[in-house]
């Protein structure tokens, strides 16, 4: 069984963390990927750097554009990472724009994956639609999940398709927003999250946007099967550097 | 072959929507309506009367005795710079603005490069009294300080683009950004044929009123509605796509789209897709485009700023790929030969994307019996400083 849906049947809220490939140094990824294990996160969103990253706020932009400057790249991603099932075991997902893919070649870079011991990717400029249509059996013939996102406005209808396509969890963005543009939950989002907690889907349903500290972490988890920390992840790499992982980690899961 | 947009929203291979979820419902919602409301007779009513009364069209097509004396062939010059704001990108915005009024938008977005389609668009905000948001690189803002002035004394406000280059393809971006986190009130108004599908389409129906002029304004001149050629500058595309539409399907017309090369094709600073472009994926669809092996979206080079940008939109892909259209590459320094031989033979002084155009008669030979139409897309005001610096006038 994929380790994702190993994960997601643990009796327990799950706390995903993304962080951009590459940033704040070339060479800080596996080490980065050890010490979020270690100290507790259940789940690792590897974002792969793009140039043009039109669903990310000023943060992650950033962290890209400086990972990019780093001299990331696919290749040198996937060479980092060729040994990290020897020391990592927790699902790894990897978080990118489906340009660099697609240059890569969607069937090369799903085999690698495989090699590597990738068990999902997030892509979210790939629709739905043409996943389903185009490239679903080839991410299935590598054992990837492909993660797709809802947000407030995703119909009922087209959300019981994107349960459908899924097989792993679903992406609830928790308001119309890029990464990192919000903080925390009014009565919006929570009438949102009840709506869909209600739906009963197939997949459960792990929260990201918004979520920055242990309250919108615990917020978010009442009504979701995990929650998902992404730019402010990233600042607090840029603010105190990536040996202090631990004390962001417990400050989320205190 | 088709060369119009398939029902999946492809031009061949290129095309689409490769847009993330936030902004399906928005895209979903334009792609739904807007062919239902563009046949609606009101709405043509209201597009025609403006496009007539506000506009000034239709633009005169011109017969340009002279430069055609001086290639030996016979040249008409379809006069989109004399439209209200001085360029093509108007006749759009009209439809866009009618298009967003009726889906009940009451907040307009728009990207801009050079200025031209941002000033288009804060000029029907105006006029429709509507609020207008146009982002803008920092860097072109910077080089563009009379259309940021149009731009705000017209009532838009101007956001610079930070991120990435600072060009217009960072503003696309940043507007993109505005439309994910407004979704609900706001219509993004996109100033050429790319992005996610309809928008490629929609904006090549706004535009096509330049090639259904040139037909019967051809047919009064010339005893004929099909010239030998039509030929327009490429960026993303609209212009030319406008002039091109209602002679895709004629096969004795045969089609020139002619891009920026800036230093050269080969010199590193340069904005020829068609040459150095891959299929990828840019603000919405795939396309050719300019980018580094591993999938990086390349900051491309032109002096023209309203051809400075990496990709084209997906019907031009399709033309390029299918042979339909001859692509042609035009350096900085023809251009600018080209834009100033217009003025001393013609007495018009053309915008340099225009100008590009303009160069195919230095490296093309035509019959003299050949009737060549060419977009002059805009008027060269924006351009004088350019001008003033490069021929040190």
Known sequence: ?254 | MNYNVNEKGYYGEFGGAFIPEMLYPNVEELRQNYLKVMAEPDFQNEFNQLLKDYVGRPSPLYFAKRLSEKYNTKIYLKREDLNHTGAHKINNTIGQILMAKRLGKTRIIAETGAGQHGVATATVCALMGLECIVYMGEIDIARQAPNVARMKMLGAKVVPALSGSRTLKDATNEAIRDWINNPVNTHYIIGSAIGPHPYPDMVTRFQAVISEEIKWQLKEQEGRENPDYVAACIGGGSNAAGTYYHFLHEDNVKIIAVEAAGLGVDSGESAATSVLGKEGIIHGCKTLLMQTNDGQITEPYSISAGLDYPGVGPMHAHLCKTGRAEFMSITDDEAMKAGLELCELEGIIPAIESSHALAIFSQKEFKPDDVVVMSLSGRGDKDLQNYIDYFKI
């Open chain 1, 1 to 254: 069984m994929n380790r994702i849906n190993q994960k997601l049947q643990e009796d327990k809220k799950l706390l995903s963390i993304y962080f951009t490939a590459g940033y704040p140094n070339l060479n800080d990824t596996v080490s980065i990927i050890q010490d979020l294990e270690r100290n507790g996160v259940d789940l690792i969103e590897i974002g792969l750097p793009f140039s043009d990253p039109l669903a990310d706020g000023p943060t992650i932009q950033g962290s890209s554009t400086q990972a990019l400057k780093n001299g990331m790249t696919t290749e040198i991603l996937f060479d980092q990472l060729k040994d990290i099932r020897k020391s990592v075991h927790i699902p790894l997902i990897i978080m990118g724009y489906f340009n660099p893919m697609l240059q890569y070649g969607v069937e090369d870079f799903c085999k690698k994956c495989q090699e590597i011991g990738i068990d999902g990717l997030i892509i979210p400029d790939l629709p739905v639609d043409v996943y389903h249509e185009e490239y679903q059996a080839t991410f299935e013939k590598y054992g990837l999940i492909n993660v797709f996102l809802i947000t407030p406005q995703t119909s009922d209808e087209r959300i019981r398709y994107i349960d459908s396509v899924s097989n792993g969890f679903i992406y609830m963005v928790s308001s119309a927003s890029t990464t990192g543009a919000k903080s925390g939950f009014g009565d919006e989002q929570t009438q949102y999250f009840e709506r869909i907690g209600t739906m009963n889907l197939r997949n459960p349903q792990i929260v990201g946007f918004g979520i920055s500290n242990n309250q919108t972490f615990t917020q978010a988890t009442k009504y979701a099967k995990g929650a998902i920390i992404g730019s402010a992840f990233v600042k607090h790499v840029t603010n105190e550097g990536v040996h202090s992982i631990d004390s962001f980690v417990k400050s989320i899961l205190e």
